[in-house]
């Protein structure tokens, strides 16, 4: 029997890990946006491959970016919220390209754009549940052979709290672990097509993304700093991948 795409695979674990989330908090409005979002995703996407080959095709990468975008975005919105964040995402995954690669992470950027334009909420469902997201997420991580780049993340991230605790005078601890939005780091820091494909890179990347996150969040700058340090870094992955 063929084993699943590593897409298929992450969608099915997305599912599975929304309907499990609905049935522990009793929020059935997860699983509303998260239809919406993949029903919007399917169709714009499927709307611009027709133009482009005139075939009508349903995309694995679509299917992701909209189970995300269900996932990011909080569920106590208007429903177009949704379709207007699966739009952005779609638009950008065809229009900004560099040697035919999406610039910016599609869902990120999708998201980003519908919190500037409309005001949008950012809830990151499920995002602290570590228990879950660790040993799935681990793996996803190595199928995309991006595993130096989430430990850089998580180490940046912990010399940096350690400092700021020295700073403080307080003793340092392992609390930051708890802060950690597993989410972010598991399912769209490690989007292989906008992030560097060399150790170095990879190392940079990660490193970079982990600091900017803490000093935005120090800055007072809650839910969007994973955003906004993903879509600056994306923009010089071109030049990461040029490094020896």
């Given at each position: 029997?063929?084993?699943?795409?590593?897409?298929?695979?992450?969608?099915?674990?997305?599912?599975?890990?929304?309907?499990?989330?609905?049935?522990?908090?009793?929020?059935?409005?997860?699983?509303?946006?998260?239809?919406?979002?993949?029903?919007?995703?399917?169709?714009?996407?499927?709307?611009?491959?027709?133009?482009?080959?005139?075939?009508?095709?349903?995309?694995?990468?679509?299917?992701?970016?909209?189970?995300?975008?269900?996932?990011?975005?909080?569920?106590a919105q208007p429903w177009w919220i949704?379709?207007?964040?699966?739009?952005?995402?779609?638009?950008?995954?065809?229009?900004?390209?560099?040697?035919?690669?999406?610039?910016?992470?599609?869902?990120?950027?999708g998201i980003f754009l519908t919190v500037i334009i409309f005001k949008a909420y950012i809830a990151w469902n499920g995002a602290d549940l570590w228990y879950v997201l660790v040993p799935f997420g681990i793996y996803f991580t190595w199928k995309v052979r991006k595993l130096e780049m989430a430990g850089v993340y998580f180490l940046v991230g912990g010399l940096l709290s350690v400092a700021e605790a020295f700073l403080k005078r307080e003793s340092p601890s392992l609390s930051f672990l708890g802060d950690q939005n597993f989410f972010f780091i598991f399912i769209i820091l490690i989007e292989p097509k906008t992030t560097p494909i060399r150790k170095t890179g990879k190392l940079l990347f990660g490193a970079g993304v982990a600091a900017g996150v803490f000093l935005l969040n120090a800055m007072g700058v809650p839910m969007r700093a994973e955003l906004y340090c993903l879509l600056a870094f994306n923009l010089i992955v071109p030049f990461l991948n040029k490094l020896p």
């Open positions: 029997m063929k084993m699943p795409s590593f897409k298929m695979q992450l969608a099915g674990f997305l599912v599975v890990f929304a309907v499990g989330l609905s049935l522990v908090f009793w929020e059935a409005s997860l699983l509303i946006a998260l239809l919406i979002a993949v029903g919007s995703a399917l169709f714009f996407d499927a709307v611009a491959v027709f133009f482009k080959t005139q075939k009508v095709k349903f995309s694995e990468s679509a299917l992701i970016s909209g189970l995300i975008i269900g996932f990011v975005l909080s569920s949704f379709s207007a964040a699966v739009f952005f995402t779609i638009a950008s995954k065809h229009i900004l390209c560099w040697n035919h690669k999406h610039l910016l992470n599609p869902a990120a950027f």
